[in-house]
């Protein structure tokens, strides 16, 4: 379905959502709750607990499009301070907000930041125990690439995780979350940040997503096993897991 916005070619996507978080890095945080009402920390924690990280160090999880550093604060409370977790994303603005916060919280010996493209990871075959990606595979031009480098990245037995918004399965709510994202969210974008074509854009590439089990397909095809997924909230958010056995 197309509502109206232009269409963006791949080449142009990447820059497109590079501005995006470059102008909000500093807002991401409060905007993430404005725009999902408070939800997003509810399937966060949702996920961490489906990872259930290890409470031993040595436990390694490669967060990717991690931002601001949400997944990762949360992956290494949950192990008690002993899981490591690098943060990667794309966009040095947002690590410098979640390193700033990673040392208020005084989390910053667990945590290692990267600046580098999910589509091209800096890392040798078989380096993490888990790999988790919340809200940021939507933004990466060619999911399939992504897909197999977290593959290539994980260990033998690791885990992968990702949170990304999905397909609702509720009839009303669905009709209530296409107002809510295409009226409100440009516009709370606009009065955060001055500008709501970038926001449009994000809508849109939540419309463009894979549904559940054409992702699951996706993550098939990418050699994971035993490939799973959970819908939050009637499906607005949904969590898919697989092994890499
Ligand atoms: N994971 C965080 C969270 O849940 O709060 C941040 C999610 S934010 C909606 C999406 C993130 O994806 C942004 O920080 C953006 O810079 C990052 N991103 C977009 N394209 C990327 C790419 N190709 N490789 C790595 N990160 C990317």
């Known amino acids: 379905t197309s509502y109206g916005f232009r269409e963006v070619n791949e080449g142009e996507k990447q820059g497109l959502v590079n501005d995006v978080f470059h102008k909000v890095a500093k807002r991401y945080d409060i905007m993430n709750d404005v725009m999902s009402a408070g939800l997003h920390r509810a399937w966060k924690d949702a996920m961490i607990a489906a990872l259930n990280p290890r409470k031993e160090p040595g436990y390694t999880v490669l967060d990717v499009a991690g931002g601001t ?32 916060r990673a040392r208020r919280k005084g989390l ?22 888990a790999y988790t990606i919340a809200f940021g595979i939507r933004n990466v031009p060619h999911i399939d ?40 969210i440009p516009r709370f974008g606009k009065m955060i940040t001055g500008d709501a074509e970038p926001y449009q854009y994000l809508v849109e590439s939540i419309r463009k997503f894979p ?3 054409d992702f699951a397909t996706m993550i098939r095809d990418a050699g994971f096993s035993r490939v799973s997924y959970t819908n939050y909230t009637g499906g607005i958010a949904a969590l898919h897991s697989g092994w890499k056995l």
């Open 145 to 184: 690439v992504a897909l197999s480098e977290a593959h290539r990245v994980l260990k033998r037995g690791g885990r992968l995780l990702v949170l990304e918004f999905s397909e609702v399965e509720m009839p009303l709510l669905d009709r209530f979350y296409d107002a809510w994202s295409f009226h409100a």
């Open 108 to 129: 910053a010996d667990n945590l290692t930041f990267v600046e580098a493209n999910a589509e091209e990871l800096p890392f040798e075959d078989g380096s993490f125990d």
């Open 69 to 100: 550093g949400d997944i990762a604060f949360r992956i290494v409370e949950a192990s008690n301070r002993q899981a490591h977790a690098t943060v990667l994303d794309i966009n040095g603005s947002m690590l410098g907000v979640g390193e700033e």
């Open 211 to 213: 549904n559940q089990e």
